[in-house]
């Protein structure tokens, strides 16, 4: 039982390049999220999908986008990566949207120059 | 408009001391509260939680106080431990429907260190 799982752990981009992180889970939990986490500031969600096949958008949205492929798993797309975007993203499941107790994934660290 | 704020980046303890992390929230409509414990280079993880209809919920050495007239809730953590050094974040929700369901307001974290 691997619990909420990320790749890459790292990764350099270029401004302009673009990319997927991938989340997995293995809980059964129907509810998806991601955040990122920047320096001074807590974790601030990106979308969210409280089941499989929605998706909605959280506090910052701007510059990404979001699949659920499945229940299991729920990719982040940076389709023109900036240097604003250097972040630590974590991926994180709940059972239901309204149980509020989430399980979070390692982290994936990304670099933009 | 941080909805979430934990007023102390960082909070050094001696080791069998209690701990005390603080957390103030704006947002009258949270009525959910959640600490996590996050360890260098991994994911945060649920530590305890505590609904707004009651002001007190214990876990063993971690206990979380809730003053909702004061927007406040703190985590004690008694005793102290080493293995207890991490950031603390605290995290707020709200059972109301619309856009606000399912989501978490985190602080910024504090840091603890316990010294042996």
């Known amino acids: 039982n691997a619990g909420v799982t990320q790749t890459p752990k790292f990764q350099v981009l270029k401004t302009g390049q673009s990319m997927t992180l991938q989340c997995a889970q293995d809980m059964n939990h129907n509810s998806m999220y991601w955040y990122r986490q920047d320096p001074g500031m807590g974790l601030r969600l990106i979308y969210y999908?409280?089941?499989?096949?929605?998706?909605d958008k959280g506090e910052v949205p701007n510059g990404y986008n979001v699949s659920r492929l499945n229940k299991r798993e729920f990719s982040l797309r940076l389709e023109s990566a900036a240097p604003s975007q250097t972040s630590v993203y974590f991926c994180a499941s709940s059972e239901e949207a309204r149980v509020k107790t989430q399980y979070f994934g390692p982290g994936t660290r990304l670099l933009v120059l | 408009d941080q909805q979430v704020k934990q007023n102390s980046p960082s909070l050094s303890v001696q080791e069998g001391r209690i701990s005390i992390l603080n957390c103030d929230y704006t947002n009258s409509m949270f009525d959910y509260f959640l600490w996590y414990k996050k360890y260098p280079a991994e994911g945060p993880t649920f530590l305890i939680s505590?609904?707004?209809?009651?002001d007190k919920n214990e876990d063993g050495r971690f206990t979380v106080f809730l003053n909702k007239s004061a927007k406040h809730l703190s985590l004690h953590i008694v005793p102290s431990q080493p293995g207890d050094s991490a950031v603390y974040f605290c995290?707020?929700?709200?059972?109301?429907?619309?856009?606000?369901?399912?989501?978490?307001?985190f602080g910024q974290g504090t840091i603890l260190t316990v010294h042996p």
């Open positions: 995290a707020a929700a709200s059972n109301a429907g619309g856009t606000s369901y399912g989501k978490l307001t």
């Open positions: 505590i609904s707004s209809i009651k």
């Open positions: 999908s409280a089941s499989e096949g929605t998706t």
